[in-house]
């Protein structure tokens, strides 16, 4: 059974650094696409970075410079490393996998980024 789970989300002032990690169980990382998305209030839930299983990436031009996907196969886990964070990155950020023709989600982590 598929299972994602998001965590290191919180309140982060303007300019500070978060990282999230995605814990992946019944199947391994490196094998799919794993990719992250976020969803901010009355917004559509949009991509924020994708790694595919040959290691490379890709990331909405809003983040590109400030975050960073990586994923470590040992632990079947992905990270987003986000740096210089500002107002419009608050959001709920989920990681994704498509596997099997089956999109999977995970629960979802709250960023807040406030002074």
């Known amino acids: 059974q598929v299972q994602l789970v998001e965590s290191g989300g919180g309140l982060v002032q303007p300019g500070g650094s978060l990282r999230l990690s995605c814990a992946a169980s019944?199947?391994?990382?490196?094998?799919?696409?794993m990719s992250w998305h976020r969803q901010a209030p009355g917004k559509e839930r949009e991509l924020v970075a994708r790694?595919?299983?040959?290691?490379?990436?890709n990331y909405a031009d809003s983040v590109k410079g400030r975050f960073t996907i990586s994923r470590d196969n040992a632990k079947d886990t992905v990270y987003l490393q986000m740096n210089n964070l500002n107002s419009e990155d608050t959001a709920v950020y989920f990681c994704?996998?498509?596997?099997?023709?089956?999109?999977?989600w995970g629960q979802g982590t709250q960023v807040t980024v406030s002074s």
């Open positions: 994704n996998v498509v596997r099997l023709g089956r999109v999977s």
């Open positions: 019944g199947f391994t990382v490196s094998s799919y696409p």
């Open positions: 790694i595919f299983s040959s290691g490379s990436t």
